[in-house]
């Protein structure tokens, strides 16, 4: 029988990885958008606006924001990759806990439903802002919502849940307990996430919900797999919910 994830030796990374990738993170997102706007102006702009307004613009489009985010995550997951084969003898997906968990995997898609439905649940006692939230600008049209859609279903989930309970965890997991690092990656998980909304307080707080929900899931699982595939779930119900509301995306 295998022992609890908080009774295993720790990973083979620390503390001073998890600074080299957050390090590499910044500098590249820098990089990119620098260099993907460079491009877009030179290939496509011809309104002579200025690189500020025109990258501006840029960062309100999705078929612009999603290569970008793409390409970026690539360049994390390549120094992720590096550093996990590296520093521990595991195979990668054993080392960052991508295993098979013990319950079937549809009780997790089920549970990632119900987590959306909290959510919207919650919000609805929340007094929400009324002005346009940053992601908002990326669902103008139904392309746009549509490519959104399908990102966040089936790539986002995979790479976040990477970072957050694959990378992260185990480090905050080992020097601190299950607990902190439930607690520490819903905490990075919100606030990485909170441009897109404005950093409104209360979407930062039910981010920090769902970080929550599904560390508890890593931490109680063991496996990587179950809070992918909650994560998957979770945005799935609200795309699809965006769906319903506005009219096959539609009517914004």
Do not use: C
């Not at 501006?56 to 924001?65: H, T």
């Amino acid at each position: 029988m295998e022992n609890p994830p908080e009774a295993r030796p720790g990973p083979g990374w620390n503390y001073r990885d998890v600074a080299a990738v957050t390090a590499l993170a910044v500098f590249g997102q820098v990089f990119l958008v620098s260099l993907f706007s460079l491009l877009a102006i030179l290939l496509v702009d011809s309104s002579g606006q200025g690189w500020l307004r025109t990258t501006k613009d840029l960062m309100n489009r999705a078929a612009f924001v999603l290569p970008l985010q793409l390409a970026w995550w690539a360049l994390v997951f390549w120094m992720v990759y590096r550093i996990v084969r590296a520093r521990d003898e595991r195979p990668f997906r054993q080392a960052i806990g991508w295993t098979r968990p013990r319950l079937p995997l549809g009780v997790y898609t089920v549970a990632g439903i119900a987590l959306a439905l909290s959510v919207t649940g919650l919000a609805w006692l929340l007094p929400l802002p009324r002005h346009k939230l940053p992601i908002e600008q990326l669902l103008l049209d139904p392309s746009s919502a549509f490519l959104m859609a399908g990102f966040g279903i089936l790539v986002a989930p995979l790479i976040e849940e990477l970072l957050f309970r694959g990378f992260l965890y185990p480090v905050v997991a080992h020097a601190h307990g299950a607990a902190a690092a439930v607690g520490i990656t819903a905490v990075v998980f919100s606030i990485l996430h909170a441009p897109q909304y404005g950093w409104a307080w209360q979407n930062v707080a039910l981010l920090a919900y769902v970080g929550v929900v599904f560390g508890a899931v890593r931490a109680v699982s063991g496996s990587l797999v179950p809070s992918t595939l909650l994560h998957a779930a979770y945005n799935f119900t609200l795309f699809a919910g965006l769906y319903v509301s506005t009219n096959r995306f539609q009517d914004f």
